[in-house]
T-cell receptor
Framework: EPEVTQTPSHQVTQMGQEVILRCVPI?????FYWYRQILGQKVEFLVS????????KSEIFDDQFSVERPDGSNFTLKIRSTKLEDSAMYFC?????????FGPGTRLTVL | QKEVEQNSGPLSVPEGAIASLNCTYS??????FFWYRQYSGKSPELIMS????GDKEDGRFTAQLNKASQYVSLLIRDSQPSDSATYLC??????????????FGQGTILTVHP
């Protein structure tokens, strides 16, 4: 069964550093999303992406964040200058004409 | 602020019983409703989607939607210890499509004890 994959599974970085989180959505899906979940809190929407552009973004998704689909398979989330409060699980999701399916997540730890 | 509310639990049921999980939402234009299961440290796993008022059954799971009351529920029949997890209610204002963002509730912790 096709699934969303994410790399790395765990990323540790120093405050102020740039990180890139990578996702490979399900191959025939056209809609891509990033969510995050701070430990013990709700899953929060960050951004949705369709047809090579952002379709919607949340207040969290400020100028420090960017997304890109650099090729036909990868979908990336970049955080330019990480803050301590960016520490969270980051989930990529994708969908076709139905529900959203989530990847296993990347745990980002900012020191 | 569009909210999705769930009882955080924990909800504890004996093995073989019916577990009932509830969710209310504030945005009246919401059109798509989802239940996800999340094991500790893992990602949300889709259980069911429901778009129309009424019941939708899939195996041991039944989702119920009442848009007038802005209420959606999930029943798990013949609960198993492996069903022990956090159950997330998610709502989208996209109508039957995948386009809209999901707004999640805080989740209900379910424990099924042998």
């Amino acid at each position: 069964e096709p699934e969303v994959t994410q790399t790395p599974s765990h990323q540790v970085t120093q405050m102020g550093q740039e990180v890139i989180l990578r996702c490979v959505p399900i191959s025939n899906h056209l809609y891509f999303y990033w969510y995050r979940q701070i430990l013990g809190q709700k899953v929060e929407f960050l951004v949705s992406f369709y047809n090579n552009e952002i379709s919607e973004k949340s207040e969290i998704f400020d100028d420090q964040f960017s997304v890109e689909r650099p090729d036909g398979s990868n979908f990336t989330l970049k955080i330019r200058s990480t803050k301590l409060e960016d520490s969270a699980m980051y989930f990529c999701a994708s969908s076709g004409t139905g529900s959203q399916y989530f990847g296993p997540g990347t745990r980002l730890t900012v020191l | 602020q569009k909210e999705v509310e769930q009882n955080s639990g924990p909800l504890s049921v004996p093995e073989g019983a019916i577990a009932s999980l509830n969710c209310t939402y504030s945005d009246r234009v919401s059109q798509s409703f989802f239940w996800y299961r999340q094991y500790s440290g893992k990602s949300p796993e889709l259980i069911m989607s429901i778009y129309s008022n009424g019941d939708k059954e899939d195996g041991r799971f039944t989702a119920q939607l009442n848009k007038a009351s802005q209420y959606v529920s999930l029943l798990i029949r013949d609960s198993q210890p492996s069903d022990s997890a956090t159950y997330l209610c998610a709502v989208s204002n996209a109508g039957g499509t995948s386009y809209g963002k999901l707004t999640f509730g805080q989740g209900t912790i379910l424990t099924v004890h042998p």
